[in-house]
T-cell receptor, first 115, second 114 residues
Framework: DGGITQSPKYLFRKEGQNVTLSCEQNLNHDAMYWYRQDPGQGLRLIYYSQIVNDFQKGDIAEGYSVSREKKESFPLTVTSAQKNPTAFYLC??????????????FGDGTRLSIL | AQSVTQPDIHITVSEGASLELRCNYSYGATPYLFWYVQSPGQGLQLLLKYFSGDTLVQGIKGFEAEFKRSQSSFNLRKPSVHWSDAAEYFCAVGGGSTLGRLYFGRGTQLTVWP
C-alpha cells in the first residue's frame, strides 16, 4: 500500500542535542511538507519542498533544518537552537505543481519530548 | 493573505444528532477547500475537498460540505453523528497562487455523548 511513513513514533531529546525525524513516502509525490502541531494551534508549516534538491521555509522555520536529496525522503532536523521543540510533528506529501488542487496526504506523526 | 477561521474550538453533540462545523476562509481567488479529521495521536485523514463545480460536495463517512462564495464559508455537515465521529476536525484552504501550500484552521474538537 502506498503511504507516508514517519519514524520514530516517539522521540526523546536531551537539551542541547539535535535530533532527526524521518519521513518517507512511496506515493511518487513531488511535494513534501513538515508541520508542527501544538494543542489549540492547528498545524503550522515548518518547511516544504516542491521538488528534489529544493525547499522553502514555512512560517516557523527557525531552529529547524531539512534536506531533499531523494524524491521519497524529506528528513527534518530539530536543532538545539529550537528552544521549545516539544510537539507533535506531521509530515505530508502531495502530487505537486501544477496540481495544487490535490490534497495533502499525512503520515501518523512523531511526538518529540524533551528529557 | 490566506487564512482559515474555525470559530468553534469545541463542540459537543449527542449521538444521532445532526452536526455542523463552521469554516470561514480568506483567499483572493478561487479557493481549493479541504476538510480533514484527526484521531488522537494520529495523522490527518481527508474527508472531502472542493475546487470547482457543484458547491455541495460529498465525502467519506457520511460527511458533506457546502461551498458558499458569498459568505466565504465551507461548513461541514453530517445528518446523524456516530460515537466514532469524535475527533478533531480541520478546515484548510489552498489555491493556484499558494504553490501547493495549505493554510489550516486551528481545528474543532468534537465530543459525542452516547
Amino acid at each position: 500500500d502506498g503511504g507516508i511513513t514517519q519514524s520514530p513514533k516517539y522521540l526523546f531529546r536531551k537539551e542541547g542535542q539535535n535530533v532527526t525525524l524521518s519521513c518517507e513516502q512511496n506515493l511518487n509525490h513531488d511535494a513534501m511538507y513538515w508541520y508542527r502541531q501544538d494543542p489549540g494551534q492547528g498545524l503550522r508549516l515548518i518547511y516544504y519542498s516542491q521538488i528534489v534538491n529544493d525547499f522553502q521555509k514555512g512560517d516557523i522555520a527557525e531552529g529547524y533544518s531539512v534536506s531533499r536529496e531523494k524524491k521519497e525522503s524529506f528528513p527534518l532536523t530539530v536543532t538545539s537552537a529550537q528552544k521549545n521543540p516539544t510537539a507533535f510533528y506531521l509530515c505530508a506529501s502531495s502530487i505537486g505543481q501544477p496540481h495544487s488542487n490535490q490534497p495533502q496526504h499525512f503520515g501518523d506523526g512523531t511526538r518529540l519530548s524533551i528529557l | 493573505a490566506q487564512s482559515v477561521t474555525q470559530p468553534d474550538i469545541h463542540i459537543t453533540v449527542s449521538e444521532g444528532a445532526s452536526l455542523e462545523l463552521r469554516c470561514n476562509y480568506s483567499y483572493g481567488a478561487t479557493p481549493y477547500l479541504f476538510w480533514y479529521v484527526q484521531s488522537p495521536g494520529q495523522g490527518l485523514q481527508l474527508l472531502l475537498k472542493y475546487f470547482s463545480g457543484d458547491t455541495l460536495v460529498q465525502g467519506i463517512k457520511g460527511f458533506e460540505a457546502e461551498f458558499k462564495r458569498s459568505q466565504s464559508s465551507f461548513n461541514l455537515r453530517k445528518p446523524s453523528v456516530h460515537w466514532s465521529d469524535a475527533a478533531e476536525y480541520f478546515c484548510a484552504v489552498g489555491g493556484g497562487s499558494t504553490l501547493g501550500r495549505l493554510y489550516f484552521g486551528r481545528g474543532t474538537q468534537l465530543t459525542v455523548w452516547p
